[in-house]
């Protein structure tokens, strides 16, 4: 199975700020990478799909890029509703896999 | 407006079975795959199964492999997960979510809003 590691694990970021998440894959992956962000509570959201196209109606803040086996998330300008856990998953090959989440927090 | 709205989840002892619904609407259901994803208490996100839009290719996590089975009514517009031979550590959250693009088995979105199921005895 094709383990997907994202770093870091949590990070504090103050509205304004711009962040950014790696996940990085055990095997190449080509592009088949997506992001999720879940809020808490609630079921997550597809953000980018293919490494780097950006799901419709989500916010041009939120880029994508990376291929291989090492990936980006970019946030630019966060914003409160920003707060958040994102995850990566690899769709290159089954069993599907995701990373174990980044906690983005409120500094 | 898509929307897919799971049931089913609830309590159930150790290597019993359950089945869980997902009813979606506001898209040509036979067109998209559709997956479960779960989500433990407190913890990250496990893909579970996929079925294609025909139901002629389906997929399962290792975990949950010869004990899960996974299939779809296109009549019905609605997607089964088949559990049996629970153990604690199926105890989660389950997601239904479709693949935002036709024809493919890749990706996932939107997602409902999930079913819990708590195995315990």
């Known amino acids: 199975d094709i383990q997907m590691t994202q770093s870091p694990s949590s990070v504090s970021a103050s509205v304004g700020d711009r962040v950014t998440i790696t996940c990085r894959a055990s095997q190449d992956i080509s592009s088949w990478l997506a992001w999720y962000q879940q809020r808490p509570g609630k079921a997550p959201k597809l953000l980018i799909y293919?490494?780097?196209s950006l799901q419709s109606g989500v916010p041009s803040r939120f880029s994508g890029s990376g291929s291989g086996t090492d990936f980006t998330l970019t946030i630019s300008r966060l914003q409160p509703e920003d707060f958040a856990t994102y995850y990566c998953?690899?769709?290159?090959?089954?069993?599907?896999?995701f990373g174990q989440g980044t906690k983005l927090e409120i500094k | 407006e898509v929307q897919l709205v799971e049931s089913g989840g609830g309590l159930v002892q150790p290597g019993g079975s359950l089945r869980l619904s997902c009813a979606a609407s506001g898209f040509t259901f036979s067109s998209y795959a559709m997956s479960w994803v779960r989500q433990a208490p407190g913890k990250g996100l496990e893909w579970v199964s996929v079925?294609?839009?025909?139901?002629?290719?389906?997929y399962f996590a290792d975990s949950v492999k010869g004990r899960f089975t996974i299939s779809r009514d296109n009549s019905k517009n609605t997607v089964y997960l088949q559990m049996s031979r629970l153990r604690a550590e199926d105890t989660a959250v389950y997601y239904c979510?479709?693949?935002?693009?036709?024809?493919?088995?890749?990706?996932?979105?939107?997602w409902g809003q999930g079913t819990l199921v708590t195995v315990s005895s």
């Open positions: 293919a490494a780097s």
């Open positions: 979510t479709k693949d935002p693009q036709e024809n493919e088995l890749v990706w996932f979105d939107p």
């Open positions: 998953q690899q769709a290159n090959s089954f069993p599907y896999t």
């Open positions: 079925i294609s839009g025909s139901g002629s290719r389906t």
